[in-house]
């Protein structure tokens, strides 16, 4: 099996270390034989799944820097430092956090702020938009970390 470069500080526990994957014949009694497996690194928890592993693209970091980029308003990207590995993830972490704040506050007065406005079904939508939006931006929060150190260690290397 190929080894791979496991980068320092991410979470890795969510790795099937075995390679349990469909044989062949399309059977799942068993780890598939080393010089079967998946030659693919590890998904540290948190990864973006439309991202590319550093291991697997060598164009990882641009797609990474783009994907950081869009957590960000986009007059940012005029400023050169935000292009900085340690500054994007810093103002995409920050920017992000806040949006949580944000969205958390609104979803606590949304059903008496809207009552007077809307149907009970409408309000009802609107707290399900929040919860939606919750739950991508605490994913978010999430890859950023660990794609953020992915890209900080692939600049010390």
Known sequence: ??????????????????????????????????????R??????????????????????GQATAWLLECIPPDFRAHAVVHDPSVLTWMAAGHV?????????????AAVDLKPHLPPHAIADALEAYRVEGRRLTEAAAAIKVVGAALRAHGRS
């Open 97 to 109: 956090q806040h949006a949580l704040v944000a969205l958390r506050a609104g979803y606590r007065t």
């Open 40 to 61: 693919l690194s590890p998904r540290p928890t948190g990864w973006p799944a439309e991202m590319p592993l550093p291991d697997d693209d060598p164009g990882w970091a």
């Open 1 to 38: 099996m190929e080894r791979v470069r496991l980068l320092q500080g991410l979470d890795y526990s969510g790795v099937d270390h075995e390679h349990l994957t469909a044989n062949p014949d399309g059977s799942t009694a068993g780890p598939m034989p080393a010089d079967r497996a998946p």
